[in-house]
């Protein structure tokens, strides 16, 4: 006859070594299984007589009941170690900082900020944007702005010309963005009110040029524009741009082909330890180039002079992005390097408008 504490001690030891919950299961099916050791000992009982089962009925049934138990009360802390392990190895330490999202670790340029922001101040007052090519006619940029053939003023821009085509004419990268002044002119009608950013190309390069930099055109045409309008846009533009109530601005007399009077305008900085600071010292940054249009600028573009007048003027962005942000140094502009462009761009979402602050 099966000893049945040796049994109970045997399937009590299994349940207890059991490591997992498979493992349990298959200690269960050994003992409480169809085929089980304790199943097998209960199927005895039918044929006992009445008294072997008064003796034997109870302590199979007890067996059986402990063994049960036992299997419960294992499969339960096994259970709870399994919650255990599965709550520590999922750990979230919700104190960490999250990462940065791509869309929030990507830098604006300076130059593509200072534009919308320009591009906000101007629309304010109520200018569009216009463009032009890149690559542009000796026409458009020269001859049509007044420069004669052969006029010692094309000397003064340091021109890069592409290789001439079939009929001999020689295209050149754009010197200034001024030529966008004559395809507006001759593509839409007066009253004009326009602004013209956009890549501009010199032969030149120290701290402050590079052979690419950028400039915005202003062009106002209409049938009473004059100086005192100009200048007013101009000290408005400077206010709203750099952020100050007043801006000390000088404009000096000078010369463009195009222009008839013209002037230069500068902006009063500092330039202490290589930096260049707005609205303090004594020394003056040249901004922009301005004037009334010449009335050859306008015939060439087939308006009436005794008509309409108008001004214009063209400033460098590169410039007044360095002098607004304090960048001393114009070439690491275009170098693409990315630890720059961490320091001194800006947060994609960043976006300038009067109404918000251009720079928050
Ligand atoms: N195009 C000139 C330059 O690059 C700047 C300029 C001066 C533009 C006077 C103008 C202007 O429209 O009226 O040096």
């Known amino acids: 006859m099966t000893d049945l504490n040796q049994l109970e001690r045997d399937l009590l030891t299994q349940v207890e070594a059991a490591g997992d919950e498979a493992a349990l299961e298959t200690v269960r099916v050994s003992a409480l299984g169809k085929k089980g050791s304790v199943s097998e000992l209960l199927k005895t009982l039918g044929a006992m007589t009445p008294e072997e089962r008064k003796e034997r009925g109870p302590l199979i049934n007890g067996l059986r009941d402990t063994v049960q138990g036992a299997i419960a009360a294992k499969k339960e802390t096994l259970a709870g170690a399994a919650l255990e392990?599965?709550?520590?190895?999922?750990?979230?330490?919700?104190?960490?900082?999250?990462p940065e999202a791509p869309e929030s670790r990507g830098r604006i340029h300076p130059i593509s900020q200072v534009?919308?922001?320009?591009?906000a101040i101007f629309a304010d007052m109520g200018f569009s944007v216009?463009?032009?090519?890149?690559?542009?006619?000796?026409?458009?940029?020269?001859?049509?702005?007044n420069f004669p053939e052969g006029h010692p003023a094309r000397e003064m821009h340091d021109t890069f010309f592409l290789a001439p085509d079939e009929k001999g004419e020689r295209k050149v990268?754009?010197?200034?963005?001024?030529?966008?002044?004559?395809?507006?002119?001759?593509s839409k009608a007066p009253p004009i009110r326009v602004i013209i950013p956009g890549r501009t190309y010199r032969h030149?390069?120290?701290?402050?040029?590079?052979?690419?930099?950028?400039?915005?055109?202003?062009?106002?045409i209409d049938k009473?524009?004059?100086?005192?309008?100009?200048?007013?846009?101009?000290?408005e533009f400077c206010k709203a741009f750099f952020e100050v109530d007043q801006v000390k601005m000088r404009f000096r007399p000078s010369f463009f082909p195009f222009t008839e009077p013209s002037a230069e305008v500068d902006i009063q900085c500092s330039r202490k330890g290589g930096e260049i600071r707005f609205g303090e010292g004594t020394d003056w940054l040249e901004i922009l180039g301005c004037g009334m249009v010449h009335p050859n600028v306008l015939r060439n573009c087939g308006l009436d002079p005794d008509e309409y007048q108008g001004f214009a003027w063209g400033m460098g962005i590169?410039?007044?992005?360095?002098?607004?942000?304090?960048?001393?140094d114009l070439r690491p502009f275009f170098e693409a390097d990315v630890r720059w462009l961490n320091h001194y761009g800006f947060r994609p979402l960043d976006i300038p408008s009067l109404v918000?602050?251009?720079t928050s």
């Open 318 to 328: 590169d410039r007044i992005a360095m002098l607004k942000y304090g960048m001393p």
């Open 115 to 119: 534009i919308e922001e320009l591009t």
């Open 204 to 220: 030149d390069s120290d701290q402050t040029h590079t052979p690419m930099f950028h400039q915005v055109e202003g062009l106002v």
């Open 130 to 145: 216009a463009e032009g090519p890149d690559i542009e006619t000796d026409y458009l940029n020269f001859t049509a702005l």
């Open 85 to 98: 392990a599965r709550l520590a190895a999922e750990r979230i330490d919700v104190t960490l900082q999250a």
């Open 224 to 235: 009473q524009a004059n100086i005192a309008h100009m200048k007013w846009i101009l000290e």
């Open 356 to 358: 918000s602050g251009l």
């Open 173 to 186: 990268l754009r010197t200034h963005t001024s030529p966008v002044q004559i395809r507006t002119m001759t």
